[in-house]
C-alpha cells in the first residue's frame, strides 16, 4: 500500500486549501480523505472541514485524523455558511477547493484543475462530474436562469430536447459541451476550485438560501469582476446517485425551488420577478403528479411559508464579530 499523504498545517503555504462542509458524512468522509491524502503525496494539500453538528460521527472521525483542520459547529448553518466557515481558516494557499464530502477525486482531477486555473482570466474551474464507474455524465453545467429558460425547462423539461437553444433551457444538456473545455455560466456547486485572489476579493457566500442557489450567485460575482468559470473536462469527479433529481426529499426540491425564485427576485426588479415566480408555478402544476413538485406548489403559491424553511441561524457578521 501507497503511503498516506501528509496534509500541511495552517501557518504553511497550501497549492490548494480543500473546505468540505460535512453533515451526517460519515460514510464518505474516509473515502474522500483517502482520496485526498493520494494527492497530498505529490501536491502540497491543507483540509478545512466544516461540521454542522452531525449526528452520526462525522466530526469524531475527521478529529481522529490530526493533520486536518476541523471547525465543530453546535448547529447546522447550511452549506454557505460552512463554506464561509471554512474560509476563516483556509490560510495561506494559491487556490481553494469547496468540495462536497460525496464526491470521489479522481487521480490527477486536482492538478488538472490547477493547471486550468492558471490561464489568463480563469478565475474558478469546474470539473467534469460522472455518476459511478460507468463514466455516465452528471450534467452540471448550468445557465443564468431566465424567464425563457425557466419556461422552456416548464415545457420540455429540464434534461429532455438536449438540442434546444441555451435560451430556452437553464442546463446544458447538450453532450459536446461535456467533451471540451470553455467558459460556463456556472456548475452546480460540489465540485469548485477558486483562484485565492479572488476568493479574497469575491468574499462570503451568501447564506440566505441555507443551500441550492448559492452557487449561482457566487459564480455571478467572479464573473461581475470579470473572471470566468472554467470548465475542465479531463479533471474527472465521481458523484455517486449524480446530483439530485428524483432522489430528493420533498423537502431538498422545496428549498431548491423556492432560492431559484429568491435569487431571481435579487437580481431583477418586481415584474421581471413575479413573471419568473409564475413560470416556476406552472412548471410545478405541470409535474404535480410527482411527489416533490405537488410539495412545492404551496410555498410557491404562498410565500409567508418560505419562513418555515431552513435558514443560516446566526448571521455571518455576527459569527465572525469580534
Same mark, same amino acid.
Given at each position: ?5 501528509q ?13 468540505v462542509? !460535512?453533515? #451526517? %458524512?460519515?460514510? $464518505?468522509? +474516509? !473515502?474522500?480523505? #483517502? ?5 497530498? &503525496? !505529490? ?8 461540521d #454542522? ?18 471547525i465543530?459547529? $453546535?448547529? #447546522? ?24 464530502? $460525496? ?6 482531477a486536482?492538478e488538472?484543475m ?5 490561464? %489568463? ?5 469546474? +470539473?467534469?462530474?460522472?455518476? @459511478?464507474?460507468?463514466?455516465a455524465?452528471? +450534467?452540471t ?10 419556461? @422552456? ?8 430536447? *438536449?438540442?434546444?437553444?441555451? /435560451?430556452?433551457?437553464?442546463? $446544458?444538456?447538450r ?10 455560466? /456556472? ?7 477558486i483562484r485565492?485572489?479572488?476568493?479574497? %476579493? ?7 438560501? =441555507? ?7 457566487y459564480?455571478? &460575482? ?6 470566468l ?12 446517485? @449524480?446530483g439530485?433529481?428524483s432522489?430528493?426529499? !420533498? ?8 432560492? &431559484?425564485?429568491?435569487?431571481?427576485e435579487g437580481r431583477?426588479?418586481?415584474a421581471?420577478?413575479?413573471? =419568473? ?30 419562513r418555515?424553511? *431552513? ?10 464579530? +469580534?
Amino acid at each position: 500500500m501507497a503511503e498516506r499523504g501528509q496534509f500541511v498545517g495552517e501557518g504553511e503555504h497550501a497549492e490548494v486549501a480543500v473546505a468540505v462542509v !460535512t453533515y #451526517n %458524512s460519515a460514510y $464518505d468522509m +474516509p !473515502t474522500l480523505i #483517502n482520496d485526498l491524502r493520494r494527492d497530498a &503525496r !505529490t501536491m502540497a494539500l491543507r483540509l478545512v472541514v466544516v461540521d #454542522n453538528d452531525s449526528q452520526d460521527g462525522s466530526a469524531d472521525l475527521v478529529a481522529a485524523e490530526e493533520d486536518i483542520v476541523l471547525i465543530r459547529s $453546535d448547529r #447546522n448553518l447550511g452549506f454557505g455558511a460552512g463554506v464561509n466557515e471554512a474560509r476563516t481558516r483556509i490560510g495561506p494557499c494559491s487556490a481553494v477547493l469547496i468540495l462536497n464530502p $460525496d464526491m470521489r477525486v479522481r487521480e490527477h482531477a486536482v492538478e488538472r484543475m490547477l493547471a486550468s486555473l492558471r490561464r %489568463s482570466g480563469v478565475g474558478a474551474v469546474v +470539473p467534469l462530474n460522472i455518476t @459511478g464507474a460507468d463514466g455516465a455524465i452528471d +450534467p452540471t453545467l448550468r445557465r443564468e436562469p431566465s424567464i425563457m429558460r425557466a419556461l @422552456g425547462d416548464a415545457i420540455g423539461g429540464g434534461r429532455r430536447f *438536449p438540442c434546444r437553444p441555451g /435560451w430556452l433551457s437553464e442546463t $446544458d444538456m447538450r453532450p459536446d459541451s461535456y467533451t471540451r473545455e470553455h467558459a460556463v455560466d /456556472w456548475a452546480t456547486g460540489s465540485v469548485m476550485l477558486i483562484r485565492a485572489d479572488v476568493d479574497e %476579493s469575491v468574499g462570503n457566500w451568501t447564506e440566505e438560501f =441555507f443551500m441550492y442557489s448559492e452557487e449561482i450567485d457566487y459564480c455571478r &460575482r467572479i464573473r461581475e469582476q470579470g473572471h470566468l468559470v472554467w470548465f475542465d473536462p479531463t479533471a474527472v469527479f465521481e458523484h455517486p446517485g @449524480g446530483g439530485g433529481g428524483s432522489g430528493r426529499s !420533498t423537502a431538498l426540491a422545496t428549498l431548491q425551488t423556492v432560492n &431559484r425564485i429568491r435569487y431571481v427576485e435579487g437580481r431583477h426588479g418586481k415584474a421581471y420577478a413575479t413573471v =419568473f415566480r409564475a413560470v416556476v408555478l406552472l412548471s410545478a402544476v405541470i409535474r404535480s403528479h410527482r411527489r416533490p413538485h405537488r410539495g412545492s406548489l404551496r410555498f410557491i403559491i404562498n410565500r409567508d411559508r418560505w419562513r418555515d424553511l *431552513p435558514a443560516a441561524p446566526v448571521p455571518v457578521e455576527q459569527r465572525q464579530a +469580534p
